[in-house]
């Protein structure tokens, strides 16, 4: 694997830190052993790794604030991390920095039932809130795949979304309020409880920074009341393109369903055996369209869903008729990722964004790709908003496999802003992308990016390094290129 080398700090650097650390932190906050410290070693991006020289868990906001003061007087890199389980690198440590834990900041301070909000700590855990606001028949609606495991503070930072986002929207249609703290340790509240805040929007600008501008100590969420029914269409095309073009067909009938998922035929045979969830492992794609709302509503929308889709091709067409059947059909799509390792010994999962015209020409790209680098990609799409996480599958214990999944990854991303759309939609930049946001940003773009780094950040401290790719890495990355924009690549095996 790319695994980065061992940190490259001294154990005089490190005895500082953690000397100043003991004075703000109690002793089981800090963690520096090569034991206690491993875990923190990277994301869910296992495949670039770092070692850091201190992990901070600080339990309130005060603590937060004193040890980012610290580390602005020592000069000390910082990475935010929640739950770990984002995908581009993004809390990957910095090798002579500090990984600043909120797992610990883990409470829902208040839940309003009749505002329909909830104020909660970075450190909880996506589902939790849903759980805990269910009893007034409400729910936070950003749903990712991660969402039992994933926390609020790390939503935040990567603006994550879910199968659902199509209809309620991403994390940043869905939180009101942010306190953070800034690299100088001051307290700063973006956005506000009302339905607007004075002056220039922060908020929505913090939101998705990926911790490069403040760390997150408190967040007051929208809920939503849950659907009193929610039916799922599952619909069997024989075909991709034709798959593909349903979605933008359901789209320009005037519907916007609940969520709107497609899977290709890999996808659908590797989570068929993992979940049993009923799919049809022979059509070339499936799509997951759900309707939620009133008895009435949703009869109305299924119906016009299925006229859509029969017109479109679909070869085959099922509906959820109890809530345990659409959970069923659900439960595939959610539990992709991990299916995974049934049929491959890695995969290297993808995110990018397109316009929904262009699905089925992606799609066709990426399987021209797969002949190019002798590798099978698994291809999952939320759909209706052209977000595609194309899962490449390889074998790390094979030399030189993984770098050729990289190449993979980074030609579809490049055909993803050749078509009009950019190359994250949820999953983040972090350092996974890096390289890409040359190929989508000018000069004058990214040095406007750096600009509003620095307005938070003068000493760029927080999470350095990820993101914003410097004009001498867009010059070295350009150097891949020939004219026409297509990465050189070297002579590859054929399937």
Request: a negative charge; proline letters at 5%; hydrophobic letters at 45%.
């Amino acid at each position: 694997m790319n695994a980065i080398a061992e940190p490259a700090f001294t154990l005089t650097r490190q005895r500082e830190v953690v000397s100043a650390l003991r004075g703000l932190l109690p002793a089981s906050s800090i963690l520096f052993d090569d034991e206690d410290i491993r875990p923190y070693e990277c994301d869910g991006l296992a495949a670039y790794r770092q070692m850091p020289m201190v992990v901070a868990l600080p339990e309130n906001e005060a603590q937060v604030a004193a040890v980012l003061r610290t580390c602005r007087d020592l000069k000390v890199p910082i990475v935010p991390r929640g739950a770990g389980t984002g995908l581009s690198g993004g809390a990957m440590p910095i090798a002579d920095g500090l990984v600043l834990s909120t797992a610990r900041l883990n409470k829902i301070i208040k839940i309003d039932p009749l505002a329909r909000t909830a104020v909660v700590q970075p450190g909880v855990r996506n589902l939790a809130i849903s759980e805990a606001v269910a009893q007034h028949g409400l729910y936070y609606a950003p749903d990712p795949s991660s969402q039992i495991a994933c926390t609020i503070g790390g939503n935040v930072a990567e603006n994550s979304g879910g199968v659902h986002c199509l209809k309620y929207g991403l994390t940043v249609h869905n939180v009101m309020r942010v306190r953070m703290v800034t690299i100088d340790g001051e307290v700063v509240e973006l956005g506000s409880a009302a339905l607007d805040a004075p002056g220039l929007d922060l908020l929505a600008l913090f939101i998705g920074s990926e911790g490069m501008l403040g760390v997150v100590t408190e967040v007051t969420v929208k809920l939503i009341p849950k659907p009193s029914v929610a039916r799922v269409i599952m619909a069997s095309f024989d075909d991709v393109v034709k798959g593909g073009n349903a979605v933008a067909s359901v789209i320009a009938a005037g519907i916007i369903p609940a969520g709107l998922e497609m899977m290709d035929k890999t996808s659908s045979r590797m989570v068929e055996p993992f979940v049993k969830a009923g799919y049809d492992i022979d059509a070339e794609a499936i799509l997951l369209c759900e309707s939620d709302g009133l008895a009435e509503e949703v009869e109305e929308e299924i119906g016009r869903m299925i006229a859509v889709l029969k017109r479109s091709g679909a070869t085959a067409i099922s509906v959820s008729n109890t809530e345990a059947e659409r959970l069923r059909f659900w439960s595939g799509r959610k539990n992709a990722f991990p299916a995974a390792g049934r049929i491959s010994p890695d995969y290297y999962c993808m995110d990018g964004t397109i316009p929904r015209k262009h699905l089925a020409k992606v799609l066709l790209g990426i399987a021209e790709m797969e002949k190019k680098y002798g590798m099978g990609c698994a291809n999952v799409f939320h759909a209706g908003d052209g977000n595609l996480h194309p899962l490449i599958l390889f074998d790390a214990n094979k030399p030189g496999e993984f770098e050729r999944a990289e190449l993979f990854g980074a030609e579809i991303l490049e055909l993803c802003v050749e078509v009009g759309g950019t190359i994250t939609g949820e999953h983040g930049v972090g350092i996974e992308k890096i390289n890409s946001m040359c190929v989508q940003f000018s000069d004058l773009e990214r040095a406007a990016f750096f600009a509003v780094k620095r307005a938070f950040d003068t000493a760029f401290l927080l999470n350095p390094d990820k993101a914003i790719p410097t004009l001498q890495r867009c010059a070295e990355y350009g150097k891949m290129h020939v004219r026409n924009g297509a990465l050189k690549f070297p002579d590859l095996p054929r399937f």
